[in-house]
Each structure stands twice: as C-alpha cells, then as structure tokens.
C-alpha cells in the first residue's frame, strides 16, 4: 500500500502569534504522522479545502516552493522504496526524509574499514576482511549495492555459494561474522537504516561448529618441556611453546614483540595487540631463564623471532608470519614423537595454560577454560584485574 503526503495548517495547535504551524502528514496503512515544515501561516492566509495559500497570503511565492519542494522530496522517496520494493511505514518514511542517510557502498565501507585496519596496524584483521571483501566480490561480482539490499534471501544465496565451493563451516562463520561487523559500521556510519538489518532473522551463530580439542594434560606439558633436540630451530620452538605455556598463554605474535622494556620489577607487562589490554603476570623462573637464555645485547627482542634489522610493520609481519609456520611444523613433528593425543601448534600452549588452571581448581574468575574468540577479552580482563598474589598462587599449579 503507496503512502499519501499532505502540506496541512495544523489548526489543533495555534502559536502564540495566533498562527497555525503548516505540517507535512503522511499517511500509510491507516496510521497518520507529522512532521513541521518549520514555518507558520495565520489561517485566514490558508484554503483549507484546497490545502494551499490563499491568492494573498504574504509571501505566497515562497511558501509554495517550500510546500512544492517537500512533497516532491517525499514522493520521490516513496518511489524509490517502491521501485527497490523495501517496507516502510509513516514514520520511517519522514526520518528517511528528514535524516537522510549518507550514500556509501558495501564496497565503500569494506575499503575504508580495510584502510582503518592497515593504519591501525592490525594488519592480520586487514587481511581476514580483505580476503571476504574478495569472496563477496566473486559471488555478487561487484560490490556497488546499498547495504540495504543485503537482506535475508541474499545472505542464504551467498551461504549456499560458499558451501558449493566447500569451505569449512567455521570459515563461512569467519565470513558472515566479518560482513555482520560491516554491516553494523555502516548502521553506525548513518549509511542505512537500522530497520534493515537482517542478522536479526538470519543467525550466523548457527555457522558455528565445535571447535576440536586443542588443551593437553600437564604430563604432556612436561613431557615437551623436557624433550631433547639437538637442533636449534626446534628447541627456538619448543622454548617459544614453554614460553607461551607459563606466560599466560601469550600467543605467538605478542611473544614476537616482547623486548627487555616489557619486563618490570619481576614482571611481564605488555598490550595485547588483538584486544588493546594491559597484561600484567609475574615472570616464572623458568620463562626468566627462556629470557637469559637468547639474551643478546644487540637485539632488543626478548626471543629471536624479530631482531633490530625488522624495522617496517611490513617487514616485521612476513617475519612473524615465516617463523610461526615453521614453528608449528617443528611442534607438529616433536608432538607426533611423543605420541600426543592432539596436533601440537602454538595454540596448544594458550588452551593448555588456561585449561590446567581450571582443572587444579583456579577459579574461573581468574582464568577462563576456553579460549574462544568470545572469551578471549574476559580472560585478558580478569589476569588484568586481580591482584598479583592471586595470579602468583594460580601460576603455581602450571608444573
């Protein structure tokens, strides 16, 4: 059902001046609103049977260019929101109206987003948005639609792509999670309309799989601990996994960027670079002897991942990005050796720190069994929050 717009005199209100404030009224499926022109007429002025100014009517010139310049502002939306076959109702037609929303492309918002990310120097996050800016490209080949014309059929359309090109349910997840954060960035950019937001209906949590077992006992963490190699590249890794283990789990990238600066009256203070938190723990005598260990006075790096010839963002990603693959591949090999019950990678060390705790009976509110995206800033939060001795007494339980 088309809506219809009026310009009336509003005689139920009368100004102090005795005149009637002139209103827009529209109308649509029986429910009437209004919205004011921003100017009044004194109603001897007015035809009220032909809702227009009188011959008279001072400055009846201008009033009919402002009357006529409305109305066609509003029939022209109404015609687009036909044509493009979206539902409105009286009062989102008059806030579409008279809070216009900015012209920005998906393509658009993605680019500007990948762009923030870069000069945020969140280069990993970059990539992942990259990599589904290219993925939405491919399947609708262009990306110069409104966010408003994503809606709930055409979320189930690019689903039902992603699987005929057999990706892994969690990475359609990672997809559908990164184009739902998107979305929300143009909602609060003014880009759409809230209303047309369809992750409402289609729920991308159901795009979650289990994720496999990645804890391991601390008899296998001892086990790791006291492996012998002879060869350097995979006790760097064993050293960088034992690292992780005792440090609060502290993943890969953040151990890269550690330096001398990061420790402080016996302890390891840094900012996780995914969540921005401060993390602070006491240093564990073995970690302390990892550190003397590789200490070297010409590199300000705590472990060799990263050394003073990384000087660029760039430079230090493809070195972090090098050394991590071969790191899990020696921890692959060393775990296939000793017989573990899981595939053993960096990540192992985070899921085992956390899930020992918990089993030793560390309260949760300290430390968080899983590890998940979700949980991740909770667990940060709450090492971050308590007192040290509380954090002292939980890391005992660690060997």
Same mark, same amino acid.
């Given at each position: 059902? $088309? ?38 007429? $004194? ?75 870069? /000069? ?138 550690? /330096? ?57 990603? $493809? ?7 071969? /790191? ?17 990678? /960096? ?40 007192? $040290? ?11």
């Amino acid at each position: 059902m $088309n809506a219809t717009v009026k310009v009336l005199c509003y005689k139920s209100k009368t100004l102090s001046n005795g005149e009637n404030p002139l209103m827009i009224r529209v109308s649509k499926g029986g429910k009437k609103s209004y919205k004011s022109l921003g100017i009044s007429i $004194n109603p001897m002025y007015w035809d009220f049977k032909e809702n227009k100014p009188k011959r008279n009517c001072p400055d009846k010139e201008l009033v009919e260019n402002l009357i006529n310049e409305k109305l066609k502002t509003f029939n022209q939306t109404i015609l687009e929101l036909n044509v493009a076959q979206k539902e409105y109702t009286s009062d989102s037609l008059i806030n579409k109206v008279e809070k216009p929303f900015k012209l920005k492309t998906v393509k658009e918002i993605f680019l500007g987003q990948i762009e923030f990310l870069e /000069t945020s120097k969140r280069k990993r996050y970059a990539e992942s948005c990259k990599t589904v800016y290219n993925s939405l490209t491919e399947f609708n080949t262009h990306l110069n639609i409104c966010f408003s014309d994503i809606d709930t059929v055409w979320l189930k359309k690019y689903e039902a792509w992603l699987r005929n090109n057999n990706l892994a349910e969690n990475t359609i997840g990672i997809r559908f999670r990164t184009l739902r954060m998107m979305y929300n960035v143009a909602i609060e950019e003014k880009c759409v309309d809230s209303q047309h937001y369809p992750f409402r209906t289609y729920k991308v949590s159901k795009l979650q799989k289990a994720t496999a077992k990645r804890a391991i006992t601390k008899a296998d963490i001892q086990k790791i601990i006291n492996y012998k190699t002879k060869n350097k590249r995979e006790q760097l890794s064993l050293d960088i996994f034992t690292f992780s283990y005792l440090m609060g789990g502290i993943n890969f990238v953040d151990i890269a960027s550690l /330096t001398k600066g990061n420790i402080m009256d016996n302890q390891l203070i840094y900012t996780r670079k995914k969540t921005g938190k401060l993390i602070k723990l006491p240093l564990h005598p073995h970690a302390q002897n990892l550190i003397d260990k590789y200490s070297k006075t010409e590199n300000p790096y705590l472990l060799p991942i990263l050394s003073a010839y990384h000087k660029t963002e760039q430079q230090k990603a $493809n070195r972090v990005h090098k050394i991590i693959g071969k /790191t899990n591949k020696d921890l692959k090999a060393i775990g296939e050796k000793l017989k573990l019950p899981i595939p053993l990678t /960096t990540y192992v060390a985070r899921h085992s720190f956390a899930t020992i705790l918990k089993r030793s009976g560390v309260q949760t509110s300290i430390i968080s069994e899983s590890l998940g995206h979700s949980s991740e800033k909770v667990t940060q939060y709450y090492l971050d929050s308590f007192e $040290n001795s509380q954090i002292n007494k939980a890391m005992k339980h660690l060997l």
